[in-house]
């Protein structure tokens, strides 16, 4: 009888162990499970237009896309701050059929304002906005290298919102260009402008 009741006791303490620690491990996954900075993947669909002088309805947008990386977001506090490296292709079509195609090497860094759940894996809603970095690797016109007529750089001021589920996010934003973009500063200004409509993907 003794030995029973040695073994009872041992298994109650056991039990009292184990569920004192429950709530321990419980919140430590949750923990895990909300943590605030992310890293992920993207793609996207781009549409492009020009603003300047005559030029608005010159030349039409034809979709482009783009891939890359992004990290940050803060997804368990309200503000947060994310960087995204994507290498696109923007298209712009004539009135003759020509195209003038861009490559390029997009870097927004964008604040990121959260609403709605903190957890990973519930839905939640967000706003961006700040500023973009574009950097023109090439541009052709109908297979012709036209590079030097063009800046190689431009900056401009991104904004949108998206919403996630789980690891998935859909983000609609525009990209306004704030610099001109010929090389030959006498020219009519022209100036970028972008609709993206990205999905993205989180690792952790």
Request: net charge negative; glycine share 14%; no cysteine.
């Amino acid at each position: 009888m003794r030995l029973f009741r040695g073994i009872g006791l041992s298994s109650l303490v056991l039990l009292v162990t184990l569920a004192a620690a429950q709530p321990a491990m419980a919140q430590n996954n949750t923990s895990n499970e909300d943590e605030g900075i992310g890293v992920g993947a993207l793609a996207m669909m781009v549409r492009p237009s020009v603003k300047g002088d005559g030029l608005d309805d010159y030349f039409e947008g034809r979709t482009g896309t783009g891939f890359g990386l992004w990290v940050g977001g803060n997804k368990n506090g309200l503000i947060g701050f994310t960087g995204e490296f994507i290498y696109l292709t923007r298209k712009l079509e004539d009135p003759f059929g020509s195209v003038l195609k861009t490559t390029a090497l997009e870097i927004p860094a964008v604040f990121h304002i959260n609403v709605g759940s903190r957890s990973r894996n519930a839905v939640s809603g967000y706003g961006i906005i700040g500023p973009v970095f574009t950097i023109n690797l090439k541009q052709e016109f109908d297979d012709l290298d036209v590079s030097d007529d063009f800046n190689g750089a431009d900056i401009g001021v991104m904004a949108g919102a998206g919403i996630e589920f789980f690891r998935i996010g859909v983000e609609a934003r525009g990209n306004w260009g704030l610099r001109n973009i010929n090389s030959d500063g006498d020219t009519t200004k022209v100036k970028n402008f972008a609709f993206e409509l990205v999905g993205k993907f989180r690792f952790n």
